[in-house]
């Protein structure tokens, strides 16, 4: 088995020498390093190139002289790679020694498993332990129950869980989740994740594999340690106009799944997954009828009862919303 290391940079020469050396420190080194740069300003190319000469796998630094942005530059690495396992790698991060070991068990002891993620010890800027794990913000213990039960899919299509710093998946899946779209509320990682979980299983490994750092420069960060401000476009919108914002980003997210899902059927090597996809098709559609008609609530109260009505007999709210909280919500918003 060929483990194919992917990480995209992007001026990271501050933590990049520390997580070049836990990749090297590995139990199991990987088979190669692939490396794109997005137009780095600082030492982040050097850095890397200098790291080349000293180990005894394969880097491949790729360089960007205008930048993609995060999505297409992951999906740039993506493109690169041909081993039967990749595995994803932030710039700023530090990986434990047998990560790559527990990645290559997982896949040989678990050949229906397409993608797997791990739990991450928290560290500051400095590197000092904040005592805390990545899953006690990101991943709650009603998800996890899901998850094990096979309810991934429906889990991932709302809720964005998987990090792709603690992420791999098998290489023969590559095709299935490129090109990555960059106009959806999605990055790179959640859409691996989603679109790989509609024909394969995932796997979890409780085990902190990686510690993950928080700092005021990473690109996307985890609550209550984000650096994201609030968003001026909706200062003078109301609650209603915010939330309907939030759906129509909602559906375009489905709508992209929908039509990925689609091609995947239509593909001469889908007939194992056929019966899967269809279901999985079936359930993004109603998926967007249901945030159409919570996302196109009118303002006044009295004219949305007819929907809301409509939507919780046919069972909507239940399966796809929070049953009656989500009712009561919509009719007095």
């Known amino acids: 088995m060929k483990i194919s290391v992917v990480m995209a940079t992007r001026n990271g020469a501050r933590y990049l020498p520390e997580q070049l050396q836990s990749i090297a420190n590995q139990l199991r080194l990987p088979d190669e390093l692939i490396v794109c740069d997005d137009a780095s300003s600082d030492k982040t190319r050097e850095i890397i190139r200098d790291f080349t000469a000293s180990v005894p796998f394969v880097v491949r630094l790729y360089t960007n002289q205008t930048a993609l942005g995060v999505v297409k530059n992951y999906e740039q690495a993506l493109g690169h790679c041909s081993a039967d396992v990749i ?65 991934a899919f429906e889990v991932l299509i ?119 996809l269809q279901q999985r098709i079936a359930y993004v559609e109603a998926l967007i009828s249901h945030f159409n008609a919570r996302g196109g609530l009118p303002q006044r109260r009295w004219h949305r009862k007819r929907i809301v009505l409509k939507e919780l007999l046919a069972l909507r709210y239940h399966r796809y919303s929070k049953g009656f909280l989500s009712v009561v919500k919509d009719l007095t918003i």
């Not at 020694?97 to 040989?108: A, D, G, N, Q, W």
């Not at 213990?141 to 039960?149: G, L």
């Not at 968003?231 to 309907?244: E, F, G, T, Y």
């Open 158 to 276: 709302q809720h964005h869980i998987v990090t792709g710093a603690t992420m791999a998946f098998r290489g023969g899946l590559r095709q299935t989740v490129l090109p990555i779209p960059s106009h959806i509320p999605l990055l790179h990682d959640g859409w691996i994740a989603l679109i790989i979980s509609s024909i394969a299983d995932l796997a979890m490994l409780e085990d902190p594999l990686i510690t993950y750092r928080l700092h005021s420069e990473q690109h996307s960060g985890i609550k209550p340690f984000s650096q994201t401000g609030c968003d001026d476009n909706v200062k003078d919108m109301s609650r209603l106009a915010i939330r309907s914002r939030y759906y129509a980003g909602e559906i375009e997210k489905l709508r992209a799944v929908h039509e990925r899902l689609t091609a995947m059927l239509r593909d001469a090597d889908a007939g194992p997954f056929e019966k899967k």
């Open 87 to 151: 595995v994803l790698c932030d710039q700023d991060d530090l990986w434990r020694p047998e990560k790559l070991v527990r990645v290559e068990e997982t896949f040989s002891r678990r050949p229906n498993v397409g993608l797997l993620f791990s739990d991450a010890d928290l560290m500051d800027q400095q590197g000092t332990s904040l005592g805390e794990r990545l899953w006690q913000y990101t991943f709650r213990k009603k998800h996890q129950t899901q998850i094990r039960s096979g309810k």
